[in-house]
T-cell receptor
Framework: GENVEQHPSTLSVQEGDSAVIKCTYS??????FPWYKQELGKRPQLIID?????GEKKDQRIAVTLNKTAKHFSLHITETQPEDSAVYFC?????????????FGKGTLLTVNP | NAGVTQTPKFQVLKTGQSMTLQCAQD?????MSWYRQDPGMGLRLIHY???????DQGEVPNGYNVSRSTTEDFPLRLLSAAPSQTSVYFC??????????????FGPGTRLTVT
């Protein structure tokens, strides 16, 4: 089955700096790569996603890049703000007959210091 | 729309007890799933369903049963609770079309403690 590795497990940045979180996946058939943000005690919420026919996608301060050859994808947050502090999860799905099954990375705790 | 709802929010069980975690969605989503979240482990898939009457196992199915009699509801049953099942449980649902994956919407979670 799919295996998703996420790094780093913790990341601390100063307000205004950029943050980058990286994930690798094992199944070359995966074709959907979402990123979720989870604040303490809350449910995970989608912040951005990308499909395998696209190399990069941006939404204001957030961007995701995908390298299918290397099987890795990254989340980029620019001009970080204290409210960006949360746990971020990457995920992958789209393998074979179980297209909807998401395999998650173990998460990155991002702390943005004022 | 209420989205995805889960009950109860919190539950304490004794070892060996059984219970059902409820999950419902009002978005007419075909795909529903259950995850457990443990510290440092991310979200792990327990069981999932691609439509009423169709369920399958995920990564960590042992000790859990599911059924899907309607599109809206997807309950998770713990048959004989064990301390290792202490966790936060999330239900999720998503639209599905032509085999393509879409955003999964999560419920608020159920925090379960087994003593």
């Amino acid at each position: 089955g799919e295996n998703v590795e996420q790094h780093p497990s913790t990341l601390s940045v100063q307000e205004g700096d950029s943050a980058v979180i990286k994930c690798t996946y094992s199944d070359s058939a995966s074709n959907y790569f979402p990123w979720y943000k989870q604040e303490l005690g809350k449910r995970p919420q989608l912040i951005i996603d990308i499909r395998s026919n696209v190399g990069e996608k941006k939404d204001q301060r957030i961007a995701v890049t995908l390298n299918k050859t290397a099987k890795h994808f990254s989340l980029h947050i620019t001009e970080t703000q204290p409210e960006d502090s949360a746990v971020y999860f990457c995920a992958a799905s789209g393998s074979g007959g179980s297209n909807y099954k998401l395999t998650f990375g173990k998460g990155t705790l991002l702390t943005v210091n004022p | 729309n209420a989205g995805v709802t889960q009950t109860p929010k919190f539950q304490v069980l004794k070892t060996g007890q059984s219970m059902t975690l409820q999950c419902a969605q009002d978005m007419n989503h075909e795909y529903m799933s259950w995850y457990r979240q443990d510290p440092g482990m991310g979200l792990r898939l327990i069981h999932y369903s691609v439509g009423a009457g169709i369920t399958d196992q995920g990564e960590v199915p042992n000790g859990y049963n599911v059924s899907r009699s309607t599109t809206e509801d997807f309950p998770l049953r713990l048959l004989s609770a064990a301390p290792s099942q202490t966790s936060v449980y999330f239900c999720a649902s998503s639209y599905s079309s032509a085999g393509a994956s879409y955003e999964q919407y999560f419920g608020p979670g159920t925090r379960l403690t087994v003593t």
